[in-house]
């Protein structure tokens, strides 16, 4: 899940990283209630070298950068 900050920045000023990190919570809700429908597990991955991921995305990290990995996995039974 990445963000543009720009974008955020000229709709609702500085307080729109907030509502960025508000909706990345909210994506990651719904991700997880279609996981659930479909019997896949989420991997939430938090912990991660945020260069790196932006680098293998091809986001530039200043302007658009990752805010969250979500990993999909199948579960086992």
């Given amino acids: 899940i990445s963000g543009v900050f720009t974008r955020i920045r000229l ?3 500085e ?11 909210r994506v990651i809700e719904h ?5 659930d429908a479909l ?4 991997q939430l ?3 991660f070298f945020d260069d790196a991921a932006n ?6 990290g200043v302007e658009e950068s990752v805010l ?3 990993g999909i996995r199948h579960k086992k039974d």
């Fill in 31 to 35: 991700m997880q209630a279609k996981a």
């Fill in 45 to 47: 991955m938090p912990d």
């Fill in 11 to 13: 709709q609702y000023g």
């Fill in 68 to 70: 969250h990995l979500v």
């Fill in 39 to 42: 019997q896949v597990s989420l």
């Fill in 55 to 60: 680098a293998f995305l091809g986001l530039d």
């Fill in 15 to 25: 307080r729109g990283y907030r509502y960025m990190l508000f909706e990345t919570g």
